[in-house]
């Protein structure tokens, strides 16, 4: 594994000149950011040796290097989903392959069902914290070099990275709402009953992915900062029938303002 992930990185060190501290991991419906990338190199998965290959609409499957607000990124246009069958190692691979490069700090992004009452549809999510539902652990096996056996997940979302974001959107008067978000398998969406345990339980919102890559990065010693797109409610009394392509309309109508976020932040980190 670590052969193959040295492996990557070595060949993607030879294939572009920029050499980013930042990663941004693009969600569902979320990939339109990569415009507001000036894009020097762009790879496509399938050309990335040992890389999987994303298979969800609305995710490119492109591995971009480029400046955003004028720093140096490297940004992952479409994820790995446990769902579509990839093991957890290989959901989180790119992030090892991160580490590797020199990554040290990463922005995740994707699209949820709000559980939390007082959200609306189009909410910006900051997320504060995690539940992680999903069946099989992304360090699970002989422990990484990167870090301990026993990980502390006190501060899996960067406390400084938090108050950097609730600092711009209070400048740019864009709303915000802030929340715990519950990590599961998928493919499914929830039942109303699933939704109310979780709500219970504690989330504010509900997802098929982050929380993998969130805990290798935060493995390898990476600060992390998350956004949630809320695209439907999985609150009692406003549940309807929820599709792939309402998740993405949702999510494309909010990207400009989640984009203003992310690139005032890469603009500001040191
Ligand atoms: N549940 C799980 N995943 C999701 C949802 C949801 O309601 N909305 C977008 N992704």
């Given at each position: 594994?670590?052969?193959?992930?040295?492996?990557?990185?070595?060949?993607?060190?030879?294939?572009?000149?920029?050499?980013?501290?930042?990663?941004?991991?693009l969600?569902?419906?979320?990939?339109?950011?990569?415009a507001?990338?000036?894009?020097?190199?762009?790879?496509?998965?399938?050309?990335?040796?040992?890389?999987?290959?994303?298979?969800?609409?609305?995710?490119?499957?492109?591995?971009?290097?480029?400046?955003?607000?004028?720093?140096?990124?490297?940004?992952?246009?479409?994820?790995?989903?446990?769902?579509?069958?990839?093991?957890?190692?290989?959901?989180?691979?790119?992030?090892?392959?991160?580490?590797?490069?020199?990554?040290?700090?990463?922005?995740?992004?994707?699209?949820?069902?709000?559980?939390?009452?007082?959200?609306?549809?189009?909410?910006?999510?900051?997320?504060?914290?995690?539940?992680?539902?999903?069946?099989?652990?992304?360090?699970?096996g002989?422990?990484?070099?990167?870090?301990?056996?026993?990980?502390?997940?006190?501060?899996?979302?960067?406390?400084?990275?938090?108050?950097?974001?609730?600092?711009?959107?209070?400048?740019?008067?864009?709303?915000?709402?802030?929340?715990?978000?519950?990590?599961?398998?998928?493919?499914?969406?929830?039942?109303?009953?699933?939704?109310?345990?979780?709500?219970?339980?504690?989330g504010?919102?509900?997802?098929?992915?982050?929380?993998p890559?969130?805990?290798?990065?935060?493995?390898?010693?990476?600060?992390?900062?998350?956004?949630?797109?809320?695209?439907?409610?999985?609150?009692?009394?406003?549940?309807?029938?929820?599709?792939?392509?309402?998740?993405?309309?949702?999510?494309?109508?909010?990207?400009?303002?989640?984009?203003?976020?992310?690139?005032?932040?890469?603009?500001?980190?040191?």
């Amino acid at each position: 594994m670590l052969e193959k992930i040295q492996e990557t990185a070595q060949w993607i060190k030879a294939h572009t000149a920029l050499t980013p501290r930042t990663a941004i991991v693009l969600g569902t419906g979320l990939g339109r950011l990569a415009a507001e990338i000036e894009v020097v190199d762009a790879f496509p998965y399938s050309e990335i040796p040992n890389f999987p290959v994303s298979t969800v609409e609305g995710h490119h499957g492109r591995l971009l290097f480029g400046r955003l607000g004028g720093k140096e990124v490297m940004a992952l246009e479409g994820r790995f989903h446990f769902y579509e069958g990839y093991s957890m190692k290989e959901v989180t691979f790119p992030v090892r392959v991160m580490y590797e490069l020199g990554i040290k700090t990463l922005f995740v992004s994707n699209a949820a069902g709000g559980m939390n009452p007082a959200f609306e549809i189009g909410d910006i999510m900051l997320i504060t914290d995690h539940i992680n539902f999903m069946p099989e652990h992304p360090l699970h096996g002989p422990n990484f070099p990167t870090g301990p056996r026993f990980p502390d997940m006190s501060e899996a979302y960067d406390h400084e990275l938090l108050g950097m974001a609730r600092t711009i959107a209070k400048e740019k008067n864009i709303r915000t709402v802030e929340g715990v978000y519950v990590a599961t398998q998928g493919p499914t969406f929830e039942t109303p009953a699933e939704y109310k345990m979780y709500r219970i339980l504690g989330g504010d919102a509900v997802g098929m992915s982050t929380v993998p890559e969130v805990i290798v990065a935060h493995h390898c010693g990476i600060r992390t900062f998350g956004i949630s797109i809320i695209t439907d409610l999985g609150v009692e009394g406003k549940i309807v029938e929820v599709s792939h392509e309402e998740v993405q309309k949702a999510a494309n109508a909010v990207q400009p303002l989640m984009a203003e976020i992310f690139r005032e932040m890469v603009k500001r980190i040191d």
